[in-house]
């Protein structure tokens, strides 16, 4: 399966969480989501929503160039 990538750097909340719940409703089970953003907000409704719908955070990292990179196994 291959990792699907989403970048929403730059793009204000909700955008990054609506983004990970399309992919991530579109994925196969096991497959990896990783998503690269810069909303502050994100960083706490990205995990919680991957927590309350029984994703397996793998990753989150705060990223040199600025942001967050998440990923996600659904």
Known sequence: ???????????????????????LQKAEKGQIVEIEFTCPEATRSLPSYAQKNGHKVLIFDKL?????KIVIEK
Not at 64 to 68: K, M
Request: charged fraction near 30%.
């Open 64 to 68: 040199s160039s600025g942001g967050w």
């Open 1 to 23: 399966m291959e990792t699907i990538k989403i970048d929403v750097k730059g793009l204000d909340c909700p955008i990054p969480l609506l983004e990970a719940k399309k992919e």
